[in-house]
Structures are given as C-alpha cells and as structure tokens.
C-alpha cells in the first residue's frame, strides 16, 4: 500500500471530524443539512445541438483567447485504462488538456498516472471523491467529496487544484459555496460528443468537430475505450479549423473561486420576500 493512501487513510476520520467546522459559514445559502434542499441549477442538456457561436465578448478570456481562437479540451472521470493511450497522443501532438480527476478508485489505482498528467504539463482539477450528484448531498458531504479529492491530488502533484467539475454539471448554491470555500472555480462546458451514449470513435470525432466554437470547452471522457482513439482526428480538426488547443487556466483569466465558467446555468428562483407584516 503506498505511503499516500495510508496516509489519507489514517487522517479520515479527523478530516470527517473538521468538514462540519469547516462548512461553518461558507456555504451560500445556509440551509442546515436537514433543511429542505434548494433545487439544482437547471443547465443546458450535455447533448446539446445549438450552432456554434463566439462568445469570447461576453466572458473573462485570457489575452491570448481573446485574440486567438481558443479551445480547451477536458476529459472527465479518469485516470483509467486509456489515459495512458491519451497521454502518448498528446504528448506527440504537444497538446495540453485538463483533467478532472475522481479521488477514490481511479485515483488510487492509477496514481503514477496522475503524476505524469502533471509533469506533461496538463492541467488538473477536482471531480469529486466518488462522483456523485452533488445537488443530492447534505451540505457536509459535499465537502467531504471536495476536500478529501483536494488531499489526494496536492499529495501526489505537490499542487492543490484550483478546478473543480461537478458531476453532471449539477451544481447549486450549496455546492457552489463549497467550491468557493475550498478556493475551486466551477468548470462546465459548452461543446460535447456525449460520449458515453455515442459509443463510436468517428461519431466522437465528428460531433466534436461539428459542435466546436471560439472559446469552447470540450467534455470528453478518457475512460471510454472509444473517445481516446478519436482524439487524434479531433486535434487535426481542430487545428485545420484555425483553433489554438489550450487549458482551461489558459483559456480565462481572473477565475474566481465558486464562479462558473463557462456560465450556461440559471439558478432556481430566489423567492420573493415576505410583505411586512405577514
């Protein structure tokens, strides 16, 4: 057993114990854990078919991003058993992607993993400890999930993320607390294959190419035997299109700890105040 594990292990429960002092006052909308739950963010489908369009006017792109045109690729839910596969391509193409790592299970099998996608230079960010549905959570358990993925990642890489994706881009003011209490932006996307229902390596690499836009976030899954042998057609694609491939950190500026980017999400109604007097 290696020394990270054993010692993540043997500081659980005290970091199960601090997760309530630390929810003390960060989390939005304050609602005890046995409160009714806010309703979650309502978000664009992940199949989403809308034509691309530039939207480099309307968020906070870098410099480079706002003159070049930009696109960042993500992949979700690894490392796996195709990451390696993943790595030598981009390696190869001298593309720089970012990863959003889940702590458990993939993170403890593969950990040598996690550090050759930091030291090839990719970005790293927080998808959760087991990948749940956030919104679903009491608030102390989202940032237990946070927090202890937070631990594992800054053990093996020497840096603590400063991303985190929340699972199926369900996200609300609690989670949205925890990700600002722990110093994480909120990363979504706004150009997908939906690779997990489009289960062919063409069909990948197609609706990528057709769904890219200026200033675009790819969700894409290194954990599907079938996307990771797309992404070498997606890079020549993207590249004859005119884009420059980037990483998330490279692609905004500014991104502030709790914040969406790229914002596609409209909160649940706030309700109204009550009358004075009623």
């Known amino acids: 057993m290696t020394a990270y594990r054993i ?3 043997a500081g659980a429960a005290g970091l199960a114990a601090s997760v309530l002092l630390l929810c003390m006052g960060c989390v ?11 309703a979650p963010v ?12 530039d939207d480099r ?3 906070p792109y870098s410099p480079l991003c706002r003159a070049a045109k930009c696109i960042a690729l993500t992949f979700d839910d690894g490392p796996g058993p195709y990451t390696a596969q993943l790595l030598d391509i981009l390696g190869r193409e001298g ?9 458990d299970k993939p993170v403890h099998t593969y950990p040598d993993l996690v550090r050759r996608i930091a030291a090839q230079g990719h970005a790293i960010g927080n998808h959760t400890w087991t990948h749940p549905v956030l919104t679903g959570l009491p608030e102390a358990e989202i940032l237990r999930q946070l927090t202890l993925t937070q631990s594992v990642l800054q053990q093996l890489t020497g840096v603590r993320p400063t991303l985190m994706r929340p699972p199926k881009g369900l996200t609300d003011a609690r989670v949205t607390g925890a990700a600002k209490a722990l110093g994480l932006a909120q990363i979504l996307w706004n150009v997908t294959a939906t690779d997990y229902h489009n289960t062919t390596t063409e069909l990948v690499r ?3 190419l057709e769904r890219a836009r200026p200033g675009g976030v790819v969700l894409l899954h290194d954990v599907l035997k079938w996307t990771v042998p797309a992404v070498p057609g997606i890079i020549a694609g993207l590249r004859a299109a005119g884009y420059t491939l980037v990483t998330v950190p490279q692609l905004y500026e500014n991104m502030q700890p709790g914040e969406q980017y790229p914002v596609w999400a409209t909160p649940a109604p706030t309700p109204a105040p009550a009358k004075p007097g009623r």
């Open 7 to 9: 010692s993540l292990r």
């Open 28 to 38: 939005t909308d304050g609602a005890a854990p046995t409160a009714p739950r806010a």
């Open 206 to 208: 197609k609706l990528v």
């Open 42 to 53: 309502r978000h664009v489908h992940e199949g989403d078919e809308s034509p691309p369009r």
């Open 95 to 103: 593309v720089r992607a970012t990863f959003f790592l889940v702590g």
């Open 57 to 59: 006017a309307a968020l």
